[in-house]
DNA sequence: CCAATAAAGGATATAAAGGTCTTTTTATTG
DNA sequence: CAATAAAAAGACCTTTATATCCTTTATTGG
């Protein structure tokens, strides 16, 4: 796949949100940009999509900050990725052609048409909250030393 | 995976010359990027560094132009990768980590690495020959219409 | 109501990818 | 040898992704 900057950030954030906050434990863009090291400001735009499209929550004023739910419904990845960078990449011709279809495929298609296939489905089944529970077990990390 | 344009017209290129070039009928640039509907000048500068890395062969003066001895060594499609993007989208931490490890792995590493490993794998079995049957066989295109 | 705090919004800056243009070098042919 | 054809090289331009900054709006506690 190879995702974008924003997607990694939105990805990475959104996990430890998803660790460290609930609605009665807001989280400023300051702390959570510090926890993932990720650049502030271009942070809080990605978290501010995010709000819009409802995934994440927020509050404004002094205790606001972004939060989510976590017993609310599970998140699947895929919803992140189309907040951040769209499914266009899973549609296209990879390599480039204009039309990208089983009566004119490009000399990869079959293998690529394949892999993009199980991997939205994939993002799809994986929740943000499987990806969560690694990290709060202590088997994952989505913070620098 | 995610080609760059870059990968995208090298590919085509190269099947395209796999195809219809020999060491006795050249193609020159105007050719090549008419036939698979590119940037001349920018297909120009990706043939150059294919040429510099000895994965396709040229000739200047009148009748000269880009060609590859079909009859030659079998081309890994890997190769190309390395001549245009590089590896690092294989090394790097899928979710833009510093360090990407066993002993300290994001949330994404095992599926990642395991897709990582196995795409590294195909493009370095599958070679451009292959892929450029298809299209001599007509059951695939590297053109638009 | 006021001061402080925090997100939202919008304009702007920087870097990288994608793409073009011009000049130079090399080879061929009449 | 001159004219021409073609790739190589390098400078330059454009667009998109990445990132920052500044102003506005909402919320809270005193
Ligand atoms: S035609 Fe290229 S991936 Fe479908
Ligand atoms: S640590 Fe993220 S892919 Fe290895």
Redesign the pocket.
């Known amino acids: 796949m190879m995702f974008?900057?924003?997607l990694e950030?939105a990805l990475r954030a959104v996990i430890y949100l998803c660790n460290e906050s609930s609605e009665h434990a807001?989280?400023?863009?300051?702390q959570i940009s510090t926890a993932i090291d990720s650049?502030?400001?271009?942070t809080?735009?990605i978290?501010?999509t995010l709000?819009?499209r409802n995934i994440i929550a927020?509050?404004?004023?002094?205790?606001?900050?972004?939060f989510i739910d976590s017993k609310a419904k599970p998140i699947p990845v895929i919803d992140i990725v189309d907040a951040t960078d769209g499914r266009s990449a899973f549609e296209r011709c990879g390599l480039g052609l204009k039309e990208c279809s089983e009566s004119r495929p490009c000399p990869i298609h079959n293998e690529f048409k394949s892999y993009s296939y199980k991997l939205q489905n994939l993002l799809t089944k994986k929740t943000v909250q499987d990806l969560a529970r690694g990290v709060s077990e202590g088997k994952s990390f989505v913070t620098n030393f």
């Open positions: 974008s900057k924003s950030y807001k989280l400023n863009i300051n650049p502030e400001p271009f809080a735009k978290l501010q709000v819009r927020s509050t404004k004023g002094p205790g606001g900050g972004f």
